[in-house]
Every structure is written in structure tokens, then in C-alpha cells.
């Protein structure tokens, strides 16, 4: 005969499985839409030929994702429902069963019912695999990799869910919690990563948000499966998190009042953590929104005094759910003078962050760019290693260091971006906003190196017979190309443009001006170098032109019907909602004080001297013979042809 205890556990398994029987079942028709079917429709018909699938989460992932995200929390939602709803709570903890076993009876149901219909799709998918072919696209293995990771994912979202269920005492509120909890390792991280170049001069916020931070949620990490696969840090870090979840909710579940029913947040202590909380990250975003927008002090505290008062009375009003709420002025007074203080701690910089400058003993090679994403997008990572050339980086980065006041944001910022690789395996940072002008006899001299010059230009890389051709592509709207093939006049060439640059100044390479046209160097490999073409490689100009290559190489008066040029000043250009280089072009044609150049000498006067960035005084708008293309380009201050200043004076 069964005892009572084993009756009113059966009957709880019925209960649940009738309360939310329903979410597995919407489960699983969604992955059986995002998954089989799918597979089915494509691998059978005329789109298999298309199918590129480095993993099941190729397919609809979008769908997998709404899934994964939304049917774990909808669960953990509507099974601990009970905890929300006085009467029901009155009634499930009046039976005779102790909360630890009551806890393990819904999460562990929930859990297999969580489980179930992605087990279910993995052995549909099994039972396909061989009659339509599927190793085409997958392999066994990545079934099990998708079967594992999805349900790791909705345990870790599902007990997330579970653990703010057990600290709420609403529905909706816990269904917020939990992606508030999920997001906010990584979303605090961001904003104080976006906040802290404010505090700490020279702080690298890019560097830090490329740092693998969305790891640090679950949900993004999820949201970018089907393209960054999973660390083994990452998965064992997860998987940690999940019974640590458990455990911790099972132990608030044994602590938590059961009077605390239709409150916000259960336990008192969570009130101020909460409140405070959400006042810091919004006040956080506030400074973030304002301090880029606007780019100064006044703004930059704006945006914190407006975004903390809207996080305070957002979390005033979840606590005491109403929009009529009774403000504690005391609280916020208190978390105002707390940030204060905060602030002006960092001014005294304790941890000697902004001056630290390592010794040239401790550093194994620097790398010095203009901005993070020389360093993060190339694939090898230029670095100086010589004594001369660090000990200037090392020199160049104290002076910026000491002219912290003058280094200000503004049109003619530059960022200057440093790594140093230590000898004891670690990295130092850093990233400064400045006028690289200020700085020339630095940069001078470590860019007319012979060591800088070699390991930013891939051409010294190169060995000549492993050269399969050259092709020099103009710049501007125009089809034409000149292609070297020969192996003797590759050899020349390679020798000329590597003559071109160790001769070439920091000046020359500074300039503003267009480049004549990209040269792309390909190997037998089928890889790739490619270098710029300047105008200061007088030496190379006159080599095409002795091979009879210069006309089809860059751009010249030959190609262009004329040109208009007018001052930038009688322009009407909308920055803000874009323009058309044919409705900038009309503008210009119509106004009655600009130059229409039909002249050969003064069309190629100023293909020389034009810039692509539109912010000279100047602006030239040329028309092409063949198509006609129409391209618009500007004379910077540095560049005007003698005969735009005659015309304009």
C-alpha cells in the first residue's frame, strides 16, 4: 500500500505536468520547425546545393535562439508560479512534504521536461541522418555538441530563472530578474569599460571589449553560437554555474518567508542592493549616452545626474509597485555623495594606473599604432624590438602622459595605441586621444627606422619567386588596370617599391592626399600583399612609364571630360542624412562662382593634389570620359593649386 507521502508526490508530478506540459510541447514544435523539417525541405530539394552548415545551429538559428532564451524562463516562470500566489503557496506548503524534497520535485520535473523535446529532435535528426545523406554537412559529432550545448544552455537559463523565482515574489518581476541576472556581469562590464577612459587617462576600452566579454553572459554567448564556438573554459565555467544555481536557490527556497508573497524582492537585504544597483548602471549609461555624444565635462555630468535619478525612481517604483511612489531623498543624497567620493579617489590615481610606463629592462617588444584595430584585425601584429626604437615609444608615451591637459579631443585627434609585451608574459595597454602633429619628432624617427619600415610593409616579406603577378588598380570610378607578369619585371618592380619606401620620409608618408592606386602583389600561394602607390614613388612612376604601363596605372587627364571646383562654403551638404556624389555634382555645375577645368595641365595638377575626405576648403568634382562616373574630392589647406587660390582671392 502506498504511503500518503508517495501519493502526494505522484499527484504533484501530475500537477506540474498539466501546468506546464504545455511549454515542452510549443519546445518542441519550434526545434522541430527549426531543425528537421528544415533539414528535411533542403537536403531533399534544389537547395542542397546551398547548404554550408558548420554545425546544426546553422539551421533557423534564429528560431534555436528565441527558443533557448524564451522557453526555459517561460518555464521556470509558470512552475514556480505557486510561490507567487498566496493562496496556492498556503496550500502546496500545507502538505506533508519538507521544502528540500518540494524543491527537488518541481526543478528536477522541470529539468527533464526541459530536456526531453531536445533529446527527442537529436535522435529525429539520428534517424535521418543516414537516409538523406546529412555527412554531407555534419558530423555525428556535431549532433552530440549541438545536443550538449542546447541543453546546457536552457538548464543554465531555466535555473537562473529558478534562482530570481526564488527571491521575487511576482511573476513578472521574476521573469525580468532573470535576464537582468543574465545580462548584467557583461552589460556592467561594458559600461564601465565605456565610462573608465573618463577616469583613467589612457584606460583601453576597445582592448577590454574585445576580450572575450561576452562570455560573461550567458545569453550573448548563446546569441553567437552559431559562429564563435564555445571555449572548454567557457563550457566548464557554465556548467559550474548550473549546480551552483541549484544549490543556492534550493537554500533560498529554505530560507524564504512564505508571507513574502506579491513583493518585488523577498528578502529585505536584496531592497538596497537592488535599488542602488539599477541607480548605478543607468547612471553609468546616462554619462556614457552624453559624455561621447557631447564630449565634455558638463555633459559627461549631466548624463550621471539625470541617468541616476531615472534609475532611482524606476527602482522606487518596481519595489513599491506604483508609479506614485514616496521618494527617499536620504537615499539618494547618500548614493550622490558615494559616487562623489568615488570620483575623486580616482583623481589621486593609488594604483599609479595613468603613469605607469615600463622600464625598457622589462619589455620584450611594443607594438604602436594609430588605433586598436591595426593591432586586433591583423593577422600578425607588427612589433619594434630594437633598444632605439622602444626607448622612443617608451619616451613618446611619458610626454603624452605629461600633457594629459593638452590632449583633448577635437577635429584633429588622433589615437595612439600601445602594447607592451613584458617579459614575464604580461601586457600593458594603453590608448590616447592626441594631435600626432605635437608629437612628429617622435614619430619621425621611429618611422623612418629602417625596423618600423620593415615589419609594417608586407613587401619586405615577400620572396620574389614566390610571385605570381603584380596589378595595379587606380584609384577612382574607372575600369582599368595594369598587370605585371613577367618575372624579370616583377623583380624590378619588387626592387623599385622597396627602394620607394626605405627612402621615403615620415612627411611623405603622412600626407593627405590620395594615393595614385593599390598595388596587389600575388603570390603562387593565391595570398596576398598589398601596398599603396604614393605620390612621392616618383622612382616607381618613371619605371611604368619606361614599360609602357603608367597610362592603364593611376587615373590621368585623358580619362576625365572636366571638372568643377568650387569653395566647400556654397555647398549645401546634409551630413547628418547623406548625399549623392551626382546631387553634389549638380550643385556645383549650377553655382555661378566655381571653375569648370577642361585644361589637361590642371586636371592633372589636381588629381595630384586632391583628398578624398570632404572637409578641405575646396571641393572638385570630376566627370569620367567612359561612364560617366562622376567623383568628388577636395584640396586640404596644405594642397590647393595655385590656380584655385588666384581664382577664389
Known amino acids: 500500500m502506498q504511503s500518503k ?20 510541447i510549443v519546445h518542441f514544435l519550434g526545434l522541430i520547425i527549426a531543425l528537421p523539417l528544415e533539414i ?30 524564451g522557453i526555459p524562463v517561460i518555464l521556470a516562470v509558470f512552475l514556480f508560479r505557486y510561490l507567487q500566489v498566496k493562496p496556492y503557496s498556503d496550500f502546496i506548503h500545507s502538505l506533508p512534504i519538507k521544502r528540500d524534497r518540494l524543491f527537488h520535485q518541481y526543478a528536477l520535473t522541470g529539468m527533464i521536461l526541459l530536456i526531453f523535446p531536445v533529446l527527442l529532435i537529436a535522435i529525429i535528426i539520428s534517424a535521418l541522418y543516414i537516409p538523406l545523406n546529412l555527412a554531407e554537412f555534419f558530423t555525428w559529432t556535431d549532433i552530440f555538441k549541438w545536443l550538449g550545448i542546447t541543453i546546457m544552455f536552457n538548464l543554465l537559463v531555466f535555473l537562473a530563472g529558478v534562482f530570481t523565482g526564488m527571491i521575487s515574489g511576482i511573476s513578472a518581476v521574476q521573469g525580468i530578474l532573470t535576464y537582468i541576472f543574465l545580462l548584467l556581469p557583461m552589460g556592467l562590464l561594458v559600461l564601465l569599460a565605456y565610462n573608465l577612459p573618463f577616469y583613467l587617462y589612457g584606460f583601453a ?27 572548454a573554459i567557457e563550457i566548464i565555467v557554465y556548467c559550474l554555474l548550473i549546480f551552483i544555481l541549484y ?102 590615481d593609488f594604483t599609479q594606473f595613468e603613469k605607469k610606463v615600463p622600464n625598457l629592462s622589462e619589455v620584450e617588444r611594443i607594438h604602436l599604432s594609430e588605433n586598436y584595430f591595426m593591432y586586433s584585425d591583423a593577422e600578425d601584429p ?28 577635437n577635429d584633429r585627434s ?57 596589378t595595379i588598380h587606380p584609384y577612382g570610378p574607372i575600369q582599368k588596370k595594369a598587370v605585371i607578369v613577367d618575372p624579370a619585371d616583377i623583380k624590378e618592380a619588387i626592387a623599385v617599391l622597396k627602394d620607394e619606401i626605405n627612402t621615403a620620409t615620415y612627411e611623405e608618408t603622412e600626407d593627405d592626399r590620395d594615393p595614385l592606386a593599390f598595388i596587389e602583389i600575388m603570390q603562387k600561394n593565391e595570398k596576398t600583399v598589398g601596398i599603396e602607390w604614393r605620390i612621392s614613388y616618383k622612382n ?42 551626382e546631387e553634389l555634382f549638380e550643385q556645383m555645375r549650377k553655382i555661378g562662382h566655381s571653375i569648370k577645368v577642361t585644361d589637361k595641365k590642371r586636371l592633372e595638377e589636381s588629381l595630384i593634389n ?14 569620367y570620359k567612359a561612364d560617366g562616373s562622376i567623383d568628388i574630392k577636395s584640396f586640404t589647406a596644405e594642397h590647393i593649386p595655385e590656380f584655385v587660390q588666384k581664382y577664389f582671392k
Open 382 to 409: 607588427f612589433y619594434l624590438t630594437t633598444i632605439e626604437n622602444m626607448d622612443l615609444i617608451r619616451r613618446l608615451h611619458k610626454e603624452i602622459i605629461a600633457n594629459k591637459n593638452e590632449n583633448k579631443l
Open 540 to 581: 616607381f612612376e618613371e619605371w611604368l612609364d619606361k614599360k609602357e604601363l603608367l597610362e592603364q596605372a593611376k587615373v590621368t587627364a585623358a580619362d576625365i571630360s572636366y571638372a568643377y571646383i568650387v569653395d566647400t562654403n556654397d555647398l549645401k551638404i546634409n551630413y547628418a542624412q547623406g548625399y549623392s556624389y
Open 205 to 231: 576600452d576597445q582592448y577590454v571589449m574585445e576580450s572575450k566579454v561576452e562570455s560573461f553572459s550567458p545569453l550573448v554567448a548563446l546569441s553567437q553560437i552559431d559562429y564563435r564556438p564555445l571555449g
Open 610 to 623: 586632391a583628398s578624398g575626405i570632404h572637409d578641405g576648403p575646396y571641393m572638385i568634382g570630376y566627370y
Open 5 to 24: 507521502i508517495s501519493l502526494v508526490n505522484k499527484e504533484i508530478r501530475r500537477t506540474i505536468i498539466r501546468s506546464v506540459g504545455w511549454v515542452t
Open 414 to 470: 588622433e589615437h595612439a595605441f600601445f602594447v607592451y609585451e613584458l617579459k614575464n608574459g604580461k601586457k600593458l595597454v594603453r590608448d590616447y586621444v592626441i594631435n600626432k602633429k605635437e608629437y612628429a619628432h617622435y614619430y619621425k624617427l621611429i618611422h623612418e627606422s629602417e625596423e618600423y619600415k620593415r615589419v609594417t610593409n608586407g613587401i619586405f616579406k615577400l620572396k620574389e619567386d614566390q610571385i605570381e603577378k603584380i
Open 247 to 348: 544549490g543556492v536557490s534550493l537554500w533560498v527556497y529554505k530560507n524564504r518567508r512564505l508571507e513574502a508573497v506579491t513583493q518585488s524582492l523577498v528578502f529585505p537585504l536584496l531592497k538596497p542592493i537592488f535599488k542602488y544597483g539599477m541607480t548605478f548602471c543607468t547612471m553609468l549609461l546616462g554619462g556614457l549616452y552624453f559624455g561621447i555624444m557631447e564630449g565634455n565635462t558638463t555633459w559627461l555630468i549631466a548624463g550621471y545626474v539625470f541617468g541616476a535619478i531615472l534609475g532611482y525612481f524606476v527602482a522606487e517604483m518596481v519595489l513599491q509597485k506604483s508609479w506614485r511612489i514616496i521618494i527617499h531623498i536620504k537615499g539618494l543624497i547618500i548614493y550622490a555623495g558615494a559616487m562623489a567620493l568615488l570620483v575623486i579617489l580616482f583623481q589621486f
Open 40 to 69: 528535411l525541405m533542403t537536403a531533399t530539394g534544389e537547395q542542397r546545393q546551398y547548404i554550408r552548415a558548420e554545425s546544426l545551429f546553422y539551421f533557423h538559428f534564429e528560431i534555436q535562439a528565441v527558443l533557448n532564451i
